[in-house]
């Protein structure tokens, strides 16, 4: 087949203009015309031409990252919905960037705008048009050869039952038996509804979005900038500054110390007045969490701002920490079991997208200024009340109505709603075998949970979990990220803030592949993927930076260490904890099991958030080290306890738990059989057996 033939050959004209077709629209997009503005909206923005290389190459390995994630991806999503999404991105930020750029001349914050708009078109492609016109083709090709082999097939089927005579009626009648079995045989995997997705984005962005918010305007550079600690301390001519050092540690710590008594509140609005409303409670708080912040600006001057400093972000870390477990808990109850694990990471996406906008916002020319820093401090008080408004329209969660409330009907109406079909009743005897199976768990609150020994794995496997998030050295990795950007590449300040949103970019990014991967390669392979980069890159991280004074280009690789170690904490650590604490507990110990899981979070982050202001100090870049075992210690756990629950009900999930255990208790019972008894071997052998033949 010569091109000259190919062109002329009927059966593939189709094809050659699906090739023509992508190939113009990857080179003909206005690749190369963004690129070449590139340079001009940076330039515009006020970044230097030295350090434009700082920026240019993360994006450049963003662009790689999302070119070989495609790889995997592109076989599981399928290849026209990323070829699709990559020219809807191209179109809308074609469209943008042509408006923003005009308007920079008038309006000087829109070349951030414009960069945006830039960096996105970028990905669109690396999405879209850059890897999808290669894979796309060969799919046309495979079905013309299964049509021309089908039509083979038909012929040499139509031969041989000619020549066999009567048993021509036999092979069509099982060929029309098979066509119609093959429908039933096709994967049960349920695509959302519209509803589902609005409740799932609209729930997210308002109270997730809040959390991830605040998580960064607290803790943002003017906040925490000398001038700001000057002003506060200037009455305080006593203290030493050991002193003084110990109040700056209290004043960054007390969000997570709010956060963690928060999130003893969990288990008792969850339960008292429901899912949907302990997140309308939250949000009535978010309110007053947002006029104390705003107000604590004009407080400045006064001898009590410290007090009242510290009295705001405690009571927005309340608010974070009933968000941070009440929201997944909701999303986890209302989403279908093949989309379960998916649904829940939005609310750790919003996460980060309200990072990314309190990033945007805080810069000098929009709100990060003195002048600006009520209305910044207030905006999450604005999301607040927009929550407040549409959560009454939202379905409450149909597993409390039914299990916790005994409300079949509005249960029944909830699922309806959620599913977009009448027909809910094989959900309903789903919830039904739920409420008899967890009889023993009933009423479970904090300290029973504590106690109860049935459910002592899995506590356990949540208080790792939370451990290993917190404690794995995210928060190092974070401080050294900037540092390194400052000291060792000469990086200004104001371009810092660009480095620093570039990498909120690359974990959203990370978490929007992640939430595709969720719920077809399984939660225990992320999570030991993600754990095993942070374990690798602990260690090569202070052999860089410990290196990087005798050899100054190793602060380049200990950037690249930097990036793949918030990759690998985002892909597993970060996420994946939350959908666990869903699923591996019944509905009525599940809202206990977040509350401690949340307590032993926050109070981590406290613990080292307080800690880790003297442990830089002390050791320095050997600071990895003291995470390290942290993130081994959850490797082995997770890979010697943790099973698979990945498309599993709840009950066949707690089946499996129990005989993972049981596998655990035999392996432990053998090799230690001199100092336990053999009664008492078999009396717990027996007990396992007993608690996995109550799950069918």
Known sequence: ???????????????VCSVIVMITSHQLGGIHLVYFYMERIYTSTGVQQQDMWYIATPVTTLLVLVTVVMIYVIDCGGRRFPLLLGLGICSLSCVSLTVSLELQSNIPWMSYVSTAFAILF?????????????????????????????????????????????????????????????????????????????????????SSFQYG???????????????????????????????????????VSFFYLGALVGSLFVRFL???????????????????????????????????????????????????GIFSSVVPMYLGEIAPQSLRGAIIMVAQLFVAVGVLVAQILGLPAILGS???????????GILAIFQLFLLPSFPESPRYLLICKAD?????????????????????????????????????DIFKLLVFPDLRWQLLTVIMLMIGRELSGINAAYYYAELLYVNSTGVTTETLRYLSMASTVVVIITLIITIFLIDTVGRRTLLLTGLGICCITCILLTMCIELQSTFPWMSYISMVMIVIFITGHVIGPSPIPDIFVTE????????????????????????????????????????????????????????????ETMNKSFLEIRRVMTIHVLKIVL?????????????ATQRSIKRNKQRASMFP
Request: net charge positive.
């Open 1 to 15: 087949m010569s091109p000259l033939k190919l062109i002329g050959f009927y059966a593939l004209r189709s094809n």
């Open 408 to 444: 079949e009907k509005k249960a029944r109406q909830a699922l309806r709603m959620l599913r977009g079909e009448d027909d809910v009743e094989d959900e309903i005897e789903d919830l039904h075998d739920e409420d008899m199976a967890e009889m023993p768990e009933k009423d479970m």
């Open 667 to 679: 392996r432990k019972s053998k090799g230690s059989s001199k100092r336990m008894s053999r009664r």
């Open 270 to 320: 969850a339960e008292k007045c429901g899912r949907k409303g302990a997140m309308m409670i939250n949000n009535l708080l978010s309110v007053f969490a947002a006029i104390a912040l705003s107000s604590s600006n004009y407080m400045m001057e006064t001898i009590y701002y410290y007090q009242f400093s510290l009295f705001s972000r405690g009571i927005t870390g309340v608010c974070a």
């Open 213 to 251: 918010y605040n998580l960064w305007g607290i803790n943002h550079p003017f906040a925490l900038s000398r001038e700001f600690f000057n002003k506060n301390f200037e009455h305080m001519t006593d203290f030493t500054e050991q002193q003084k050092t110990f109040r700056r540690a209290l004043l």
């Open 122 to 206: 970028l990905f669109g492609q690396a999405i879209g048009p850059a890897t999808s016109q290669v894979l796309h083709v060969p799919r046309h090709q495979l079905a013309c050869r299964l049509d021309m082999s089908s039509e083979r097939e038909e012929v040499s089927t139509s031969r041989a039952t000619s020549e066999e005579g009567g048993k021509e009626i036999k092979l069509k009648a099982a060929s029309r038996s098979k066509s119609e079995e093959e429908p039933e045989e096709a994967p049960t995997r349920k695509k959302p509804t519209t509803t589902l997705i609005l409740i799932v984005l609209m729930t997210a962005f308002g």
């Open 584 to 643: 591996l507990f019944f509905q009525s110990s599940r809202s206990s099991a977040f509350a401690i899981g949340g307590f032993v979070e926050w109070l981590c982050s406290f613990c080292s958030g307080f800690a880790f202001v003297y442990i830089k100090d002390t050791i320095g870049a050997y600071c990895f080290f003291v995470f390290w075992p942290f993130c081994l210690a959850n490797f082995i756990y997770v890979f010697k306890v943790i099973p």
């Open 370 to 380: 003195p002048k600006g820093w009520p209305l910044y401090l207030s905006f999450t």
